[in-house]
């Protein structure tokens, strides 16, 4: 920091001739002169100091009999006199600061933290349909308004901050990764109704809250059965229903049902084989404009690797420049057949992914009937997978009026 403050101020480098040196350096400090690099040579003493301790030395060069030799002068009050006739120069340096000026006004970075569950690829696509891209002014960013879309949009997230900071716009996010989601609606349904089973099955397990079960364990059901009852039957003393109670059923039910799988590939596949020799080269990227500096990259058949950095002015103040390099990956393709064995384990791969999505999605696989078979060019897979997962639906109850013993209509 001293040495910046000491360049803007200006600063000398002398060379003190005298007979009483001692003397002279004690007054300049018994004066509050500033003397760094004090270095002796066979004329006398090199030493440096600021622009306005230079002009306090005379008296002090009267006391001691010294001469006093410049030797060098640096720091921007020498440059600007030097460059006092270069217009061009200053109006460069003007242009520039109004460039600066004029580019920190924009939104040139959107940085996404604290998401895991959603992607931030999707969350820029979606302030792009809000109009929040990049280069956009940051007059036209609104920060409570961005944080509210976003949680309305993604309901597993929690909590939003979104903040401008330089030339970045900072969104902080907190998301339920257990998988629970809040209920925003305003009330939730309390109107009666019955749980009937989704598809045909076996009840494994029921675990009833409200209502009345109709199933028992082992029991078998078709789609559509009620399985627990939302009406609830009063009786008086001699056991006859004097009226019925209608209450919203709710209850676990796991049913055990067979969910048939079916998948097929072709043995023949392509291969690609990527080269040993690459080619990298660098690029500049303004705005949305790149500019490949290591000619075209046209290369036929190939990939490309980039690996591209933002210029940032300062922590906060990204400039809509990017530069990198692109390595360009040649390969070649051919046809291959897979043999039985890797076309079996091929299949068991996808048979298990599939599996794995299931358990994700909270479904138990108790038993697997699926076969693998090769049938001339292709590898099928199929069968059945006997699944447990609650698989009910709610429905209304239907309302029956009684009327009771002795009250009967004329």
């Known amino acids: 920091m001293n040495r910046w403050m000491r360049f803007l101020r200006g600063y000398v480098t002398l060379l003190l001739i005298g007979k009483e040196p001692e003397r002279f350096l004690n007054l300049c400090s018994a004066n509050g002169i ?3 690099e004090l270095l002796h040579r066979d004329e006398g003493y090199q030493m440096k100091m600021s622009v306005g301790d230079y002009f306090r030395l005379q008296p002090l ?3 001691t009999r010294s001469r006093i030799r410049i030797l060098q002068k640096r720091g921007m009050p020498f440059f600007f006199q030097k460059s006092r006739k270069r217009k061009a120069f200053f109006l460069g340096v003007l242009l520039f600061v109004g460039l600066l000026y004029l580019l920190s006004c924009f939104i040139w970075n959107i940085h996404v933290d604290g998401n895991y569950a959603n992607s931030t690829y999707s969350i820029l696509e979606f302030l792009e349909t809000r109009g929040i891209r990049h280069g956009i ?5 609104d920060c409570a308004e961005i944080a509210a879309a976003i949680r309305e949009e993604f309901s597993n997230v929690t909590w939003v ?3 401008m900071e330089g030339t970045r716009l900072i969104l902080e996010l907190k998301e339920n990764v257990d998988g629970y989601r809040a209920d925003e609606s305003p009330a939730e349904d309390q ?3 019955d749980l009937v089973a989704a598809e045909d099955g076996v009840i494994v397990s029921i675990f009833t809250r409200t209502g009345v079960p109709q199933v028992r364990t082992g029991d078998s059901c078709k789609k559509g059965d009620i399985l627990v009852s939302g009406k ?7 056991g006859e229903t004097i009226r019925n109670e209608y209450v919203r059923s709710d209850a676990d039910i796991i049913i055990e049902s067979s969910q048939y799988y079916y998948d097929e590939f072709s043995l023949k596949h392509t291969v690609r084989t990527y ?3 690459t080619r990298t080269a660098p690029f500049l990227q303004l705005f949305n404009y790149r500019l490949n500096l290591g000619g075209s990259m046209e290369d036929g058949s190939c990939d490309y690797l980039v690996k591209e950095h933002e210029v940032y002015l300062t922590e906060n103040f990204v400039l809509p420049i990017l530069y990198g390099t692109v390595e360009v990956l040649p390969y070649s393709e051919t046809q291959a057949t897979y043999t039985e064995e890797e076309a079996r384990a091929l299949a068991q791969q996808r048979l298990e992914q599939f599996c794995g999505q299931l358990e994700k999605s909270g479904v138990e696989i108790s038993e697997n009937n699926v076969t693998i078979e090769l049938s001339g060019s292709k590898c099928i897979t199929k069968g059945t997978l006997s699944v447990r997962k609650q698989a009910v639906d709610k429905t209304p109850c239907t309302i029956e009026e009684l009327i009771p013993p002795g009250k009967e209509e004329s």
Do not use: G, L, Q
């Not at 002014?137 to 960013?141: C, D």
């Not at 609830?232 to 001699?238: A, F, G, L, M, R």
């Open 275 to 277: 080269e040993e020799k």
């Open 161 to 163: 901050s979104a903040k």
């Open 232 to 238: 609830i039957p009063v009786n008086d003393d001699s």
């Open 34 to 36: 500033v003397i760094w």
């Open 61 to 63: 060069c009267r006391k």
């Open 137 to 141: 002014p940051k007059s036209r960013v």
């Open 191 to 193: 109107s009666p109704c």
